[in-house]
């Protein structure tokens, strides 16, 4: 998979993406990370990226020519006019990160995981002139309701959500299948069984301990060396049952 981040602060990616897994799976060849400057793809001497927003109001906005500028050469394409829009190649996907985005999920890390190329534009400033969120780009992702001075840690924060799920990246496939959030973190209500996901809920994951067994008093839990593993799985669920009722209740149905 190939990720380009494009940004007027190209060295901010020198160190989020220069480590863990994001960096061995760099290594091995299953991912390609290029760095865009925007800057690069303005005409003025000054390098200008925004400007003031028509209408009136407080900050700046980024301009669309050099958006469109700047992923036009990435894709070695037009991509169209208001009497034609090209759409990118098959595989692609061009990611506005916006305050106004769709939420990114786990859900959504995993279709973008499916891809064979993300183009990240990454907003600065008061926001992003709307002809790029309209017309340029296939779609926009919010990483939460907050808003952060840009887009470069939401970026990196996305790629390595996605390079996690790729084939290979982590060595051991099944570490993901139990993280909050994952396909496996479904139950139905009663059995525990995986449950249609129409019907089931999201939990968060369950605790984790490690030695040693007792640290300053806090023991951990009898079931989790008593070597039986039914009640183990049953305790799991329990626990990750009750912290998402006690940290994210919004993922649990309602009860009507």
Same mark, same amino acid.
């Given at each position: ?132 969120? /309209?017309?340029?780009?296939? *779609? %926009?992702?919010?990483? @939460?309701?907050?808003?952060? !001075? #840009?887009?470069?840690?939401?970026? +990196? ?15 051991? /496939?099944?570490?993901?299948? *139990? %993280?909050?959030?994952? @396909?496996?973190?479904?139950? !139905? #209500?009663?059995?525990?069984?995986? +449950? ?61």
């Amino acid at each position: 998979m190939r990720f380009d981040l494009i940004t007027i602060f190209p060295e901010f990616f020198a160190g989020p993406l220069d480590y863990g897994i994001v960096r061995r799976a760099k290594q091995a060849g299953l991912v390609q990370i290029h760095v865009q400057d925007l800057r690069e793809f303005t005409k003025d001497r000054h390098k200008t990226v925004d400007d003031r927003p028509f209408g009136g109001g407080e900050g700046m906005v980024l301009k669309p020519e050099p958006l469109f500028a700047a992923v036009e050469k990435l894709l070695e394409q037009s991509m169209g006019t208001a009497e034609q829009r090209v759409m990118p190649p098959a595989g692609t996907a061009i990611v506005l990160l916006s305050a106004a985005g769709r939420l990114f999920t786990q859900e959504a890390a995993r279709r973008i995981a499916r891809l064979d190329r993300i183009i990240f534009l990454c907003g600065r400033y008061e926001g992003v002139d709307e002809r790029v969120a /309209e017309h340029l780009a296939t *779609n %926009e992702i919010s990483i @939460g309701d907050f808003v952060l !001075s #840009g887009g470069e840690l939401p970026a +990196a924060l996305i790629v390595d959500a996605v390079t996690r799920l790729l084939p290979g990246a982590l060595g051991n /496939e099944a570490s993901t299948e *139990n %993280e909050s959030f994952s @396909g496996s973190s479904r139950w !139905s #209500g009663a059995s525990g069984e995986p +449950a249609n996901p129409e019907n089931a809920k999201t939990l968060l994951d369950y605790p984790h301990y490690t030695r040693p067994a007792d640290f300053r008093g806090w023991k951990v839990p009898e079931v989790l060396i008593s070597g039986h593993h039914a009640e183990v799985a049953k305790w799991r669920k329990q626990q990750a049952q009750r912290k998402t009722r006690q940290n994210r209740p919004d993922l649990l149905p309602e009860i009507s």
